[in-house]
């Protein structure tokens, strides 16, 4: 390949990986569960627990109740804010979908943001 294949992408295989817009993820829920907060060694808050999500969707015209648990991580002053939340909290959560980890490649969700809901 030469210098200017690889500059402009020539070359580059289909499973490369889609930018942001491409793994965008938001979820109404209910705080479930949560371990302890932790820090990174370079002092970032790390929260990771589980949301529940209850709705009805529509799939091929007809209803669908939906029930799903999912688990998430998430870091920074955020990660503050819902350790102290009590369980049962209802939040939209956005963010990004991922494997947990190199050998697990069960779907984490990465929350970059969180809106509590309050009733009404």
């Known amino acids: 390949m030469t210098r200017d294949e690889a500059e402009n992408g020539a070359g580059q295989s289909d499973a490369q990986a889609p930018g ?6 938001t979820l109404q829920g209910a705080l479930i569960e949560r371990d302890a907060l932790r820090h990174t060694p370079a002092g970032m808050p790390v929260l990771r627990g589980c949301l ?4 009805q969707q529509i799939e091929n015209g007809m209803p669908r109740e939906v029930r799903l648990e999912l688990d998430f991580v998430m870091l920074g002053d955020q ?3 819902l350790a102290v939340a009590p369980l049962g909290t ?14 697990s490649r069960q779907a984490v969700m990465h929350i970059n943001s969180i809106e509590f809901v309050t009733g009404g």
């Open 20 to 25: 942001p817009a491409h793994n965008s993820f």
């Open 52 to 55: 529940q999500h209850l709705s």
């Open 79 to 81: 990660a503050r804010l």
């Open 90 to 103: 209802a939040l939209i959560a956005q963010g990004f979908m991922a494997a947990r980890s190199a050998k």
